[in-house]
C-alpha cells in the first residue's frame, strides 16, 4: 500500500504565499507522476500542475505564480503558491501515479489540505 501525507495549508491574505507539501510512503518500486489538484465548493476537481521525467504542466489561471517541484530521494512533491489571490481558496490534493511493480500502476491521493485567501 502506499499513504501520502499532505501539509502546509492555511489561512493567508491576498498577495501572500504558502508552501504545500506531499509526502509518499509504503511499497513504491517508481514514481511515474506527481501533482496537485484542487477542489472549491460547488466545482469539480481541477488540476492545478503536474510533474513528470519529461517536465511540468501548469493550469492556465496559476502559471506564473505555482510552482511544481519534486524531491524523488524523499518521495515529495511541493508547491510553492505565490501571489494568492482569494479564487485560489479550495481544498488542495495531491495526487501520485505510483507502479508498485514492473507493470502494476495506480493512483493514489492525499487527504486533502485546505487553502484559504482571504483578508
Known amino acids: 500500500q502506499v499513504q501520502l501525507v499532505e501539509s502546509g495549508g492555511g489561512l493567508v491574505q491576498p498577495g501572500g504565499s504558502l508552501r504545500l507539501s506531499c509526502a509518499a510512503s509504503?511499497?513504491?518500486?517508481?514514481?511515474?507522476?506527481m501533482g496537485w489538484y484542487r477542489q472549491a465548493p460547488g466545482n469539480q476537481r481541477e488540476l492545478v500542475a503536474r510533474?513528470?521525467?519529461?517536465?511540468?504542466v501548469y493550469a492556465d489561471s496559476v502559471k506564473g505564480r505555482f510552482t511544481i517541484s519534486r524531491d524523488n530521494a524523499k518521495n515529495t512533491v511541493y508547491l510553492q503558491m505565490n501571489s494568492l489571490k482569494p479564487e485560489d481558496t479550495a481544498v488542495y490534493y495531491c495526487?501520485?501515479?505510483?507502479?508498485?511493480?514492473?507493470?502494476?500502476?495506480?493512483?493514489?491521493w492525499g487527504q486533502g489540505t485546505q487553502v484559504t485567501v482571504s483578508s
Open positions: 495526487m501520485f501515479i505510483v507502479m508498485l511493480t514492473p507493470g502494476s500502476t495506480g493512483n493514489y
Open positions: 509504503g511499497s513504491i518500486f517508481s514514481i511515474n507522476a
Open positions: 510533474i513528470t521525467s519529461s517536465g511540468t
